[in-house]
T-cell receptor, first 116, second 115 residues
Framework: KNQVEQSPQSLIILEGKNCTLQ??????????LRWYKQDTGRGPVSLTI?????NTKSNGRYTATLDADTKQSSLHITASQLSDSASYIC???????????????FGTGTQLKVEL | SQTIHQWPATLVQPVGSPLSLECTVEGTSNPNLYWYRQAAGRGLQLLFYSVGIGQISSEVPQNLSASRPQDRQFILSSKKLLLSDSGFYLC??????????????FGNGTRLTVT
């Protein structure tokens, strides 16, 4: 069964500090992995996407890494801001999908709160 | 640019009442459309997807149904709501033929509470 597990479940950090969120997956066959940011009461927004051959990708203060061998990904947030407070969701796509279904497996998210 | 609209933002309905949630996409043609449900502490669950007008695929047997009467309109319905239908419903789209390569673009969701 395809699964995506994220840790920690929740995290509180002070503004300006860095943090790292983890994602472990057992999706097979693997196609790509995305990180989404979901503000409270809003829809998720894509931050990064990584395919099998990529092991790091940055989007501003967000840097995602992927280790396809160990099936782990991390999202590192540098110099956190209050606006980073949100849920961060790891989503893994399986390959070999036809007909429009996207065969995405979603993690339950890490709830990040940035405080003054 | 493409935009996705979803309404209403919040809805409180009694058990047994009907439901209709609407989603429209602007700025693109023939998108793949999706309905997801997000329950507290759980990952997003795909309910329905559509690759074209009148084409609906259901991922999970349930009390809900979906329809796509127009290219960029996707509707989620129920004839009789159950308490277990409460949740956060998200509509999303991807570019045609690029389900795995392009991101899901989500609407801002509908918070449904069945009382």
């Amino acid at each position: 069964k395809n699964q995506v597990e994220q840790s920690p479940q929740s995290l509180i950090i002070l503004e300006g500090k860095n943090c790292t969120l983890q994602c472990n997956y057992t999706v097979s066959p693997f196609s790509n992995l995305r990180w989404y940011k979901q503000d409270t009461g809003r829809g998720p927004v894509s931050l990064t996407i990584m395919t099998f051959s990529e092991n790091t990708k940055s989007n501003g203060r967000y840097t995602a890494t992927l280790d396809a061998d160990t099936k782990q990904s991390s999202l590192h947030i540098t110099a956190s801001q209050l606006s980073d407070s949100a849920s961060y969701i790891c989503v893994v796509s399986a390959s070999g999908v036809t007909g429009g279904g996207n065969k995405l497996t979603f993690g339950t998210g890490t709830q990040l709160k940035v405080e003054l | 640019s493409q935009t996705i609209h979803q309404w209403p933002a919040t809805l409180v309905q009694p058990v047994g009442s009907p439901l209709s949630l609407e989603c429209t996409v602007e700025g693109t043609s023939n998108p793949n459309l999706y309905w997801y449900r997000q329950a507290a502490g759980r990952g997003l669950q795909l309910l329905f997807y559509s690759v074209g007008i009148g084409q609906i695929s259901s991922e999970v047997p349930q009390n809900l149904s979906a329809s796509r009467p127009q290219d960029r309109q996707f509707i989620l319905s129920s004839k009789k709501l159950l308490l277990s239908d409460s949740g956060f419903y998200l509509c999303a789209w991807t570019e045609e033929g690029r389900e795995r390569g392009s991101p899901l673009h989500f609407g801002n969701g509908t918070r449904l509470t069945v009382t």
